[in-house]
T-cell receptor, first 114, second 116 residues
C-alpha cells in the first residue's frame, strides 16, 4: 500500500538552531513528493516539491528537503529556525507520479522556542 | 502564486440542515479540484476528486449522497453537506489544479463547519 509516514508528532527546536522534520514514503514508481505548512485554522501553503533531478530541493521561507531514494525519505530542513516557523507540517506523495491526488502524512507540529 | 478562495471560512448550522461550501480559483482555471476533510490534530483525508463538467469521484467510505460535489465551471466547485449532523463537524479544505499549467495544486484557506 502506498503511504507516507511522519514519525514525529512534534519537533521542538530553539530559535537559531537547525531543524529537521522527517518523512518517509512507500509508493510504487517514481514519486512526486511535497511539503506543505499549515497555520491554525488556515489552508495548506506549498513549501517545496521533488519531481526529478537534484536530490536537494530548495523551497519557500528558507526551507529545503533532501530526496533519498535508497532510504525512501524526504526530510525537511532549515539551517536556522525562526519562532514564526512554528506550525503544522505535512509531507505528501502523489500516487503513481504526476500531480494526481495526494496522500498526506499525519503531520508534524514544529515548535520553535525563543 | 495562484489563489484559491473558500467561502464561508466558518459556518454554524443546525442539525438536519444543508450547508454549501464554495471553492474558487481566482486567477486561474482549474480542471480538477480536490476536497479534503481534516479532523482536529489529524491529517487531511481526501474525500473526492472533482472534474469540471463531469461527476465527482468519491473515495471509499465517503457518501456521495451526503457530500454533494458540483464542478460546474473551470473556476468553481461546491461541496454541499446535506442533512448535516454533529459528526459532520470538521475542517473542509479544497485544492485546485491549474489547467494546462505545471499541474501544481493550490489550497484554499479551509472552511470550518460546526453542526449543532
Amino acid at each position: 500500500a502506498q503511504s507516507v509516514a511522519q514519525p514525529e508528532d512534534q519537533v521542538n527546536v530553539a530559535e537559531g538552531n537547525p531543524l529537521t522534520v522527517k518523512c518517509t514514503y512507500s509508493v510504487s514508481g517514481n514519486p512526486y513528493l511535497f511539503w506543505y505548512v499549515q497555520y491554525p485554522n488556515r489552508g495548506l501553503q506549498f513549501l517545496l516539491k521533488y519531481i526529478t533531478g537534484d536530490n536537494l530541493v530548495k523551497g519557500s521561507y528558507g526551507f529545503e528537503a533532501e530526496f533519498n531514494k535508497s532510504q525512501t525519505s524526504f526530510h525537511l530542513k532549515k539551517p536556522s529556525a525562526l519562532v514564526s516557523d512554528s506550525a503544522l507540517y505535512f509531507c505528501a506523495v502523489s500516487l503513481s507520479g504526476g500531480y494526481n491526488k495526494l496522500i498526506f502524512g499525519a503531520g508534524t507540529r514544529l515548535a520553535v522556542h525563543p | 502564486g495562484a489563489v484559491v478562495s473558500q467561502h464561508p471560512s466558518r459556518v454554524i448550522c443546525k442539525s438536519g440542515t444543508s450547508v454549501k461550501i464554495e471553492c474558487r480559483s481566482l486567477d486561474f482555471q482549474a480542471t480538477t479540484m480536490f476536497w479534503y476533510r481534516q479532523f482536529p490534530k489529524q491529517s487531511l483525508m481526501l474525500m473526492a476528486t472533482s472534474n469540471e463538467g463531469s461527476k465527482a469521484t468519491y473515495e471509499q467510505g465517503v457518501e456521495k449522497d451526503k457530500f454533494l460535489i458540483n464542478h460546474a465551471s473551470l473556476t468553481l466547485s461546491t461541496l454541499t453537506v446535506t442533512s448535516a449532523h454533529p459528526e459532520d463537524s470538521s475542517f473542509y479544505i479544497c485544492s485546485a489544479r491549474e489547467a494546462g499549467g505545471a499541474g501544481e495544486l493550490f489550497f484554499g484557506e479551509g472552511s470550518r463547519l460546526t453542526v449543532l
